[in-house]
């Protein structure tokens, strides 16, 4: 339900910048390199171009979403967050000057690499088959963190997949130790 609830509020902050503000509100992505696109970090996963920029980011949002949530809404938080603030904060340093960068992809592509590689952290055999199936599955997306397709925000795919990674790193490697000590 919480992965749907954000999803949702994703399509009613699409609606009210596309019938209230007429798009205007994509204005507040992250604007690499100004102090005026710091706000950026915070709003860009909420900000998508167009409906289906965000019918785009909500499968993967929804499926990837939904199984970090069976671990906890308190892991749901931990992932969500570390990915969120080095997507945005990568995508501040090295974004193109004059640019603007918006979208939940950010989100999907580390959300991805933390299910790929948690099992990998916690050595959990369930874990790493289900990282297989999803690389298997959405895998071929991982292309998108490199600067293939002009207007598409690299940086936030391959900063989110970095946060991914250090989610990974930084979570599974405690979960692993509590896991161990209980035997």
Request: no cysteine; proline share 3%; hydrophobic share 55%.
């Amino acid at each position: 339900m919480w992965t749907l609830g954000f999803v949702a509020l994703l399509w009613v902050v699409e609606g009210f910048d596309q019938l209230v503000m007429s798009g205007d509100l994509d204005r507040e992505g992250i604007r690499p390199g100004t102090s005026d696109g710091l706000i950026g970090i915070l709003l860009a996963p909420f900000l998508h171009g167009d409906w289906d920029h965000l019918a785009a980011n909500s499968g993967p949002l929804l499926v990837l979403g939904f199984l970090i949530a069976l671990a906890g809404l308190s892991k749901w938080w931990a992932v969500t967050l570390t990915v969120w603030l080095v997507s945005g904060v990568g995508t501040w340093i090295l974004g193109g000057a004059g640019t603007v960068h918006i979208g939940a992809s950010g989100l999907v592509f580390g959300w991805l690499a933390y299910l790929v590689l948690r099992g990998f952290f916690t050595r959990r055999p369930l874990q790493i088959l289900l990282g297989v199936v999803i690389f298997l599955v959405y895998g071929s997306m991982l292309w998108g963190v490199l600067p293939t397709t002009a207007g598409i925000s690299w940086q936030g795919h391959l900063f989110g997949a970095i946060g991914g990674v250090l989610a990974a790193a930084m979570l599974e490697k405690g979960e692993r130790r509590r896991h161990l000590q209980a035997y």
